[in-house]
């Protein structure tokens, strides 16, 4: 299994007065892995925009285990959970050094940028065997 990951630290404005990190802001650290984890193999959410194959979020969720705090040193892992020619389901963990924070998912459709849905590996068959090479 392949797997991306990026660290960082966490900033005042997202958390609340308790200094706790806002629970919307994973889902976003989430965007942001998957954003990452493409460009980590080769392309780039704007570059398949370009060619328009767009990835629209269909499902999320989110099981949180203990809270991250302002300052922590968080790191954000991404990996391919599942794969299918018409979406992919991501997972992600977020980390405080060894301790797991928090596990999530997103799935996401591949589809025009009308939201019509399309078969990737007909489409873009490049990208479909790359994702597919780092699939569980």
């Not at 706790?20 to 980590?40: A, K, M, Q």
């Not at 080769?42 to 999320?60: A, D, K």
Request: proline share 3%; glycine share 6%.
């Amino acid at each position: 299994m392949y797997s991306y990951k990026f660290s960082f630290r966490v900033r005042y404005e997202e958390t609340d007065r308790m200094g706790i990190v806002y629970h919307s802001n994973y889902i976003i650290w989430f965007d942001i892995g998957r954003t990452e984890f493409l460009r980590s193999l080769g392309f780039t959410y704007r570059q398949l925009e370009e060619e328009g194959i767009w990835l629209p979020i269909l499902e999320v969720g989110c099981k949180y285990k203990s809270p991250a705090k302002y300052d922590d040193e968080i790191t954000v892992e991404t990996y391919i959970m599942e794969l299918s020619r018409v979406k992919i389901k991501f997972g992600y963990r977020v980390f405080r050094f060894d301790e797991l924070l928090v596990e999530g998912y997103t799935v996401n459709g591949f589809t025009t940028d009308k939201l019509k849905p399309i078969s990737l590996n007909k489409i873009k068959p490049e990208v479909y065997n790359i994702l597919k090479q780092c699939t569980l």
